[in-house]
């Protein structure tokens, strides 16, 4: 492609809006154009670089044996009122009528409309396992859209969905997909973590998000120095402790700690650690009452005592609720007396001897034994977890990583097939209903997040399967012939080499050419020019590393084919 005759609008400055560098640089370099909040035009070069991931997702999702459709972006809210959606999903879910006052939405997601699909084609379980995706468009009235391709209102999802006549299958099913994800982001020459997520109600390792690494991402992600044990914060499980300190609490006593409401205030005045002191936090579980003991120096993770229950919803107590159940303001309770139901994190199986609230104004107490002086209660993993803590699978460090979600794979177990009624039957001629999974991967989000992990202060710095561009050429003599020459030939090698080339034959100073060149970033740059022609040589560049290699003209073809592999051995690519 010359550039002359292509379209790159390239820009000086990044837009007022722009506050994350992926958003920045797809403006400036040209990809994208901003229509309106959280809506953005692909131009030539950005929908090339969403080309090349799209290609790379569906050709890894037909080797794993996914089939290829596309679903409508219209919906009618029936389904969704069947699935149970039509209440549940928030703003985000853009809903209109149509002339005839029939109500519609615009896909976020198509579990409900593949449902639909499926239930209605496939009876018996020999038409089962079946795995059918889509690459789409989908709309999301996010109510912060922000970072430009990261978190748009319209971007573009690969979503796949998993029908099973049993729950090995599901899982066989599942297991695919995660592979072919793995799959996927090392082709594209990513850094990344396939993390443990929030499964919900199905429990198990059956939900896991893929996060491309970068210190711009919006997740928290904790993973294993040793085993490849990752998850999300959210979700990273923590572990009861081996050993417990034994040793005999004196009595229990209380102390007067006026207005300290806080365990530093607590931890201050009383000059004990915060990890001594109990922290009694006061729940409504789907209506009723529930007390969760935690150290002092412990985050409460409200995500795992919903799983733990299996509750529709867990929300902190007010505090008339405080008031009425623990006897004491808010910042006094603890769990000697407390009549309501208890359980406490497995950390507090560590020791005995804590302060903890007295269920009095103002009041604290010394020496409270969990054993000795609290009604029966259970242990259970309910906190988030630290930094200091252990790798939940083998004991070894964690380290704490940020990272940018780009494809989640979930088994969605009987949700949709139950609530839509789709069944199949077995082979003893039963009806059952299928057993589903869901795994998306937000194709426009990726190129964004390969550029946060890509960049320098001079521009993109693509992955050779994400560029839009393998080669950068750049003419810096367009009024020599013998330049002119050299470059058309080049150009012709690297096309019968396979390479897709931007020819930069613009009539421009060649400081303007290196910047574009830089700013755009194809993975390798060649430039051609009078003074190297003199000495019979072009110059290359390795875009990532920086490296500068002259590749002498009388052995062209070796040397840039030598130089084209040590720049795709600095990605990790054959
Ligand atoms: P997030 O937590 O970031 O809002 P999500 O968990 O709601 O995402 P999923 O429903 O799991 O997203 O969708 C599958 C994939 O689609 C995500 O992993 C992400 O890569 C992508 N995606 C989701 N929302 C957006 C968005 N607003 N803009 C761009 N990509 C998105
Ligand atoms: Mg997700």
Known sequence: MRWSKYYIPTLKEAPADAEVTSHRLLVRAGLIRRLTSGIYSYLPMGLRAIAKVENIVREEMNRAGALELLLPAVQPADLWIESGRWEHYGKELLRFRDRHDRYCCLGPTHEEVITDLVRGEVRSYRQLPLTLYQIQTKFRDEIRPRFGLMRGREFI??????????????????????????????????????????????????????????????????????????????????????????????????????????????????????????????????????????RGDHELNLIKVKNRLGAASVVLASPEQVREWSGSPVGFAGPVGLQIPLLADYALSSRDGWVCGACKKDAHLLNMSLERDVKPFEFADLRAIAPKDPCPRCGAGLETLRGIEVGHVFKLGLKYSKAMNAVFLDEKGREQWMIMGCYGVGVSRVVAACIEQNHDENGIIFPPPVAPFTVHLVNLDLKSAEVCARVEEIYAFLDAEGLETLLDDRDERAGVKFKDADLTGSPIQLFVGTKGLTRGIVEAKDRRSGAKTELPLDDFVASFRAFKNSVFAGWGLP
């Not at 390792?205 to 997740?219: P, R």
């Open 157 to 294: 999802m690969k979503d796949a969905y998993s029908f099973d006549a049993d729950d090995a299958g599901a899982n066989r099913s599942y297991q695919a997909m995660y592979e072919a994800y793995k799959r996927i982001f090392e082709r594209l020459a990513l850094r990344f973590r396939a993390v443990e997520a929030d499964s919900g109600a199905i429990g198990g390792s059956f939900s896991h998000e893929f996060m491309v690494l970068a210190s711009t991402g919006e997740d928290s992600i904790v993973s294993c120095t040793r085993c490849d044990y990752a998850a999300n914060v959210e979700r990273a499980e923590t572990r009861p402790p081996a050993d417990k300190e034994r040793k005999t609490v004196p009595a229990i006593s209380e102390a007067l700690t006026p207005d300290l409401t806080t365990v530093e205030q607590v931890a201050e005045f009383l000059k004990v650690q915060a990890e001594h002191i109990v922290k009694t936090i006061l729940l409504e579980v789907d209506g009723k009452p529930l007390a969760v003991l935690l």
